[in-house]
């Protein structure tokens, strides 16, 4: 089966710049994952949807970061504006049922974002 | 805030050898699972392993799991060059409810020495 697909794979802008990430999780996952890994340590997350809509976003700094699933399937995570501190590797889970015992989360290639 | 902090942060060792990750988190779980991450990729799921389980194990690999102790460990046995990578633990809390998601420690980088 297809995995989860993400694109760009990189991507370099100045700060105050705006960006968007978008994510194509494995069909029929219902749970989707948005995380920021910074240089150095593990996967923080940010977003958690099931289906169309927002689980978790506790985390997401909603000052500048928005995202949206729309349909229940394709993602994008958008940041405007940038900092500096965004600098990070943007990587997009997907999950089948997590809360009836399929809980393995499969991961994305990330997007590479560097904020100059 | 981290939940699962692995130990040792970096290992390396000769191929052939075996490698030991420990990871110790602080909340009670649902489950515990382990993810390898190569340089530049993304994350790939190992092994899982539920709360009432003690020991798993999935061809070279085997995970314990002390509820008690609230630890974890991944032994890899004869392990190659291509085990060098990052491995993270990720702790699937018990109290989310229905917000079942993962907290991920820092990770132990490994280096097997050709």
């Known amino acids: 089966e297809a995995g989860v697909a993400q694109s760009p794979r990189y991507k370099i802008i100045e700060k105050r710049q705006s960006v968007a990430f978008w994510c194509n999780p494995i069909s029929g996952h219902a749970t989707l994952y948005w995380y920021q890994q910074i240089l150095g340590q593990g996967p923080k997350l940010l977003i958690q949807?099931?289906?169309?809509?927002?689980?978790?976003d506790s985390q997401l700094p909603k000052d500048r970061f928005s995202a949206e699933r729309l349909k229940g399937v394709d993602s994008t995570l958008k940041i405007q504006p940038a900092k500096l501190e965004d600098s990070a590797v943007y990587l997009c889970?997907?999950?089948?049922?997590?809360?009836?015992?399929?809980?393995?989360?499969?991961f994305g290639p990330g997007t590479r974002l560097l904020v100059l | 805030s981290q939940q699962g902090e692995e130990d040792p942060q970096a290992l390396s060792i000769q191929e052939g050898e075996n490698a030991t990750m420990n990871c110790s988190y602080k909340?009670?779980?649902?489950?515990l699972q382990w993810y390898r991450q190569n340089s530049g990729r993304g994350l790939v799921h190992l092994i899982l392993i539920r709360s009432n389980e003690r020991e798993k194990h999935s061809g070279r690999l085997r995970v314990t799991l002390d509820t008690s102790k609230k630890s974890s460990s991944l032994l890899i046995t004869a392990s190659r060059a291509a085990d060098t990578a990052s491995y993270f633990c990720?702790?699937?809390?018990?109290?989310?409810?229905?917000?079942?998601?993962?907290?991920f420690g820092s990770g132990t980088q490994l280096t097997v020495l050709p």
């Open positions: 990720a702790t699937d809390p018990l109290a989310r409810g229905s917000a079942r998601q993962l907290t």
């Open positions: 949807f099931q289906n169309n809509g927002v689980v978790d």
């Open positions: 889970a997907s999950s089948l049922a997590p809360d009836r015992g399929r809980e393995t989360q499969y």
């Open positions: 909340t009670s779980i649902n489950n």
